[in-house]
């Protein structure tokens, strides 16, 4: 077990409020990676029935800054980058899992994958981190 | 005043949980254009005392929505990215304003600034949508 | 073998002079993937001794061209995005090699890893195409 | 006049082989910014007749390095994104001019963006770039 990576998880989710408002769960993870779920309910989705872009990017969003912060430095994005492949509805259940491509002492690069209960492509993440040290 | 634009974006925010649970703000429209405010509040932010990305983004992504529906065509996100040039706390009041750089048949380009309170820059954005033609 | 990629890929090499200048050779392709090489020379570095970022960048967008276009419509490229995760140098050989995320009938969507010679990740790229359908 | 800044664009120019294959002007820079223009040969432009995307992304590119150098760090690219407005030709003439929306003492962002000689935006361009300190 990776005791430092699962403080800092903890402590990070424990005061994410949005996250918590988000409903997003933790389904695995080790230090540098995340997998996180989230179930898309009505108060989420946009006036053509489908779920807000924001949602599928804050979900991708949290995972970044999970994985980039359990390598134990505090990690801010500096920029992310998303593609939507397919649209994502009321009822739809989430899964995001990272990718670290950098990790590096100064900067982390992150790719996140975001599929759906089919295991579906619905989004296409890319986060790059500045790591200030200050853990 | 631009009546259709008025009507799709009427109809937009009114079935739009997300953008309302934000606290967004219409501050002024026209075709192809939109500025957006919301207040930063507690809720919105994560264990470091600052607000999340995905509020910042949602943000911007709703004013993209916005304007670029306001076209009169029904309007999917491709792609979108972002860069975080200052931090945001509890009580910031955000700006968000659109510039259309591409009004194509098919595909829309639209770049968006956010400000905070003092001007400062927080966030730039840009993002290309799909014209599906339905409205 | 897919002789529809094939004379596609062929045709557009052919009249591609900036790709011949740079000295890409086709590993392998299919309809919808192909991956390139190129040996990094000494007129495409910088002042810094280190290869230009538009030519890790260009062999990227080369392989984003020649596997959209091989689905049998002409693609043009809308965004293109690109983290750089190692410098390259002269003497340099990279190859890039494409994953097709989304293969719309008007929308297309890639991934391209760039790798170098000793199998480290010297960039990672995204781009989305439209489809015209004019082939 | 800015000679620092004078300094590290004439030596970076000096030697960046592939920026002056490519046949690249400056028009005008100070510190933190910079103008470049290049007339488009036949040997940029592809199999459609239309000039790679590479082309343009390599001008917008060095627009990059050259006005975040002359800020008098080594600074390298990070991730670099780009959305392409308008079709460039052979016989255009293209101009990218830097818009530094952050400059931080590690980071630095700037916007790059790319017109043709009609005034016509061709490509919308964003960098992000960590300063190593090393000039």
Aim: with cysteine; charged share 25%.
């Amino acid at each position: 077990m990776d005791k430092k990576a699962d403080q800092i998880i903890d402590s990070m989710f424990e005061k994410d409020s949005f996250s918590q408002w988000m409903g997003i769960e933790v389904e695995g993870f080790k230090s540098g990676y995340i997998k996180l779920s989230i179930k898309i309910r009505e108060e989420m989705c946009n006036g053509f029935g489908i779920c807000h872009g924001g949602i599928t990017f804050s979900l991708a969003d949290s995972a970044l800054a999970f994985a980039s912060n359990s390598r134990g430095s505090v990690s801010v994005a500096l920029e992310n980058n998303i593609n939507y492949t397919k649209k994502v509805e009321v009822g739809d259940t989430l899964i995001a899992e990272t990718e670290e491509i950098q990790n590096g002492k100064t900067i982390g690069v992150y790719k996140i994958r975001v599929i759906n209960q089919h295991d579906d492509l619905v989004a296409d993440f890319r986060g790059t981190v500045y790591r200030t040290g200050k853990w």
